[in-house]
Each structure stands twice: as C-alpha cells, then as structure tokens.
T-cell receptor, first 109, second 115 residues
Framework: AQRVTQPEKLLSVFKGAPVELKCNYS??????LFWYVQYSRQRLQLLLR??SRESIKGFTADLNKGETSFHLKKPFAQEEDSAMYYC???????????FGAGTRLFVKA | KAGVTQTPRYLIKTRGQQVTLSCSPI?????VSWYQQTPGQGLQFLFE???????NKGNFPGRFSGRQFSNSRSEMNVSTLELGDSALYLC??????????????FGQGTRLTVV
C-alpha cells in the first residue's frame, strides 16, 4: 500500500541548530516525492521536490531508495522556519498525491 | 495573478444535509485536486480532475463527489452529511499535472462544520 510516514508530530530545536524532519515512504514503484510547508495563517505551499535536487530556504532533501526515506534537512535552523511540514508522494500515474501526517517544527530563540 | 480561490471559506451544516464547495483554479491551470484535512487523519486525497475528467479518487464513500467544468472550475459535493465530515477541504491546482509536472498551488480551504 502507498503510505507516507512522518514519525514526529512535533520537533523543537534551538535557533542555529541543525534540523532533520524524517519521512519514510512505502511504494512499490518509483515515487516522486515532495516537501510542503504551511506557515502560520498561510496556505500550504511546495517547499521542494526530489526531482529538482535544489535547496530552498537552506533546506535540502535526498531520496534514499534503499531506506525508502526522504528526510528534510537544514544545517542551521531559523525562527522563521517554524511551520508545519508535510512529506508527500505522487503515484506513478501522477494523478494522486499522498501526504504524511505532518511534523510541526518549532524553532526556539 | 490571482491564486486558487475556494468558496465559501466557512460553512456550518446539520447532519443529513448536503453541501457544495467551489474551487476556482489559477488561470490556465487545468488540473484540480481536492483534499480533506483533519487533525486526526491529516491530508487525505479525495479526487483529481483534468479537462473535466476525474482521473483518480481516494478512499472516500460515494457521498463524496465532484466535477470540473469547461473553465476548469471545480466543485465537490458531500451528501447526507455526517459529523465526521467536519474538516478543512483544500483544493489545489496545477498547470501540467502528473509526474514531473508543475507545482500544485493550494487554496485557503473551506472549513466545514457539521452539527
């Protein structure tokens, strides 16, 4: 079954500390993976996608097919990174996106 | 460029009633997806439309239905409302759907409360 697991509901780090938001997926084919972010009182928006292999706002994510993971990382967290983060998987057909339960990141001053 | 617009923003309905939610995608976007967001279940995929055709549907009962018009605007309908249907319903649109396609842009959602 297709599934996206984000094991942490809440992650709290100090400003300047490294942060890693975990995401594991279950999918029999070749997935297309995303990270979405929702800042307070804002719309859900795309942060990055694995096929782009880019860094957005200092965040990177590497697809590890062996571990079926797509963890989101940032070396130095900022207070403005505090938000809800969702990992998502698009199926082979491309017509359905499955979201994880989300991780709330809180960056303390 | 206007973003994805969902109307109404808030709705209160009683059990057994039906409700229709509307989504206007970004101009030029032809793919529209719907999601249900609840604290317990997170974001659950409802269905996706492209060129007035439903191409995929999530695991929701038949009470949940949708459609897309020729101008790409989409509606979703929930009949015989249940308390458990209380949720934030999100709509997302994209220019080029599918794998490798363009980014999906989300609306602000419609908050449905069933009493």
């Amino acid at each position: 079954a297709q599934r996206v697991t984000q094991p942490e509901k809440l992650l709290s780090v100090f400003k300047g500390a490294p942060v890693e938001l975990k995401c594991n997926y279950s999918y029999s084919g070749s997935p297309e993976l995303f990270w979405y972010v929702q800042y307070s009182r804002q719309r859900l928006q795309l942060l990055l996608r694995h096929i782009s292999r880019e860094s957005i706002k200092g965040f990177t994510a590497d697809l590890n097919k062996g571990e079926t993971s797509f963890h989101l990382k940032k070396p130095f967290a900022q207070e403005e990174d505090s938000a809800m983060y969702y990992c998502a998987l698009m199926d082979t057909g491309g017509f359905k996106t499955i979201f994880g339960a989300g991780t709330r990141l809180f960056v303390k001053a | 460029k206007a973003g994805v617009t969902q109307t109404p923003r808030y709705l209160i309905k009683t059990r057994g009633q039906q409700v229709t939610l509307s989504c206007s995608p970004i101009s030029g976007h032809r793919s529209v997806s719907w999601y249900q967001q609840t604290p317990g279940q997170g974001l659950q995929f409802l269905f996706e439309y492209f060129s007035e055709t439903q191409r995929n549907k999530g695991n929701f009962p038949g009470r949940f239905s949708g459609r897309q018009f020729s101008n790409s605007r989409s509606e979703m309908n929930v009949s015989t409302l249940e308390l458990g249907d209380s949720a934030l319903y999100l709509c997302a649109s994209s220019l080029a759907p599918g794998r490798g396609g363009t980014e999906a842009f989300f609306g602000q959602g419609t908050r449905l409360t069933v009493v």
